[in-house]
């Protein structure tokens, strides 16, 4: 089983800067790799990026990239979304997954997802 539980959302201004946490198990995060995806109110599931572990290799998507960065700590244990010049089209609940895939970009990518939390950014 793997288990994701994300932290970090809020209420935020626009330009802000916000920190999402993504707990996982080591096992997780030492053989799979791990992506965040965001889904507005009426909207598909959206990507947003992937930090592939084995290779240190990262990918943001176009509309978040220079604003956002995704990492993750030394232990291997826990995954961030470093959200910076936050604008109100980023408010949405944003979801951290796993992926057996080395490069997923799509959510049928992803067997895991956690519960999700909501950020929401004001103007």
């Known amino acids: 089983q793997v288990q994701l539980v994300e932290s970090g959302g809020g209420l935020v201004q626009a330009g802000d800067s916000l920190r999402l946490s993504c707990a996982a198990s080591s096992r997780t995060l030492s053989s799979l790799t791990m992506g965040w995806f965001r889904q507005a109110p009426g909207k598909e599931r959206e990507f947003v990026a992937f930090?592939?572990?084995?290779?240190?290799?990262?990918y943001h998507s176009d509309s978040v990239k220079g604003r956002f960065a995704i990492s993750r700590n030394n232990a291997k244990n826990t995954l961030f979304l470093q959200m910076n010049s936050l604008k109100p089209e980023d408010t949405a609940v944003y979801y951290c997954?796993?992926?057996?895939?080395?490069?997923?970009?799509?959510?049928?990518?992803?067997?895991?997802w956690g519960q999700g939390t909501q950020v929401t950014v004001s103007s």
């Open positions: 997954a796993a992926s057996g895939s080395s490069a997923p970009v799509r959510t049928t990518e992803y067997a895991y």
């Open positions: 930090s592939s572990w084995a290779g240190g290799r990262t």
